[in-house]
């Protein structure tokens, strides 16, 4: 069965520092894609960062990145920089036909 | 601007009754899905359709029902057969459903019992 772990309830960062989100997955299936969505106070999910099980190298957007540890099966999300409109949930999310989210990461950037 | 609408925003739903969820896309999108996030938690699965006229059932498809007669649309019905129909629900929509797509979301609908 496929499952995704986020052991980090919450995360505090000063801002301008760098910081990172864990998630671990578990899946049987050789190809599949790991997503990182942030959902502000407001509710709406803003999808952040893609990897494929197959690429080589790390995923990078802007000032997320994507450290992905494939025989660890891990994939964690870097922020760099934070600011403080960073403050948010943020959801490590699997897919291969469907898509399972993690409990989630409650980001606090303080000022 | 293409996106998601849901609506409504709010929604109070009386003991017995069914209440149903819109969700239109202008993404023209073939997949659409239906979670379901509690306080706190993350989302889980309550129907994803990958075509026009068809739709399968997710992790916690009990008490809800949902139909996809056109491809910009896809409500959700909450019917009086789910017991604790109070959760945020948020639907998406994904160019074709496959690993490698992500998902655009609505911004949600907060449904509480009164």
């Known amino acids: 069965a496929q499952k995704i772990t986020q052991t980090q309830p919450g995360m505090f960062v000063q801002e301008k520092e760098a910081v990172t989100l864990d998630c671990t997955y578990d899946t049987s299936d050789p190809s599949y894609g790991l997503f990182w969505y942030k959902q502000p106070s407001s509710g709406e999910m803003i999808f952040l960062i893609y990897q494929g099980s197959y690429d080589q190298q790390n995923a990078t957007e802007g000032r997320y990145s994507l450290n992905f540890q494939k025989a660890r099966k891990s994939a964690n999300l870097v922020i760099s920089a934070s600011q403080l409109g960073d403050s948010a949930m943020y959801f490590c999310?699997?897919?291969?036909?469907?898509?399972?989210f993690g409990a989630g990461t409650r980001l606090f950037v303080k000022a | 601007d293409g996106g998601i609408t849901q609506s409504p925003k709010y929604l109070f739903r009386k003991e017995g009754q069914n209440v149903t969820l819109s969700c239109e896309q202008n993404l023209n999108h073939d997949a659409m899905y239906w979670y379901r996030q509690d306080p706190g938690q993350g989302l889980r699965l309550i129907y994803y359709s990958q075509i026009v006229n068809d739709f399968q059932k997710g992790d916690i498809a009990e008490g809800y029902s949902v139909s996809r007669e056109k491809k910009e649309s896809f409500p959700l019905t909450v019917t009086s057969a789910q017991k604790n129909p109070t959760a945020f629900y948020l639907c998406?929509?994904?160019?074709?459903?496959?690993?490698?797509?992500?998902?655009?979301f609505g911004d949600g609908t907060r449904l509480s019992i009164l």
């Open positions: 999310a699997m897919a291969r036909f469907k898509t399972i």
């Open positions: 998406a929509s994904s160019r074709e459903q496959a690993g490698n797509q992500p998902q655009h």
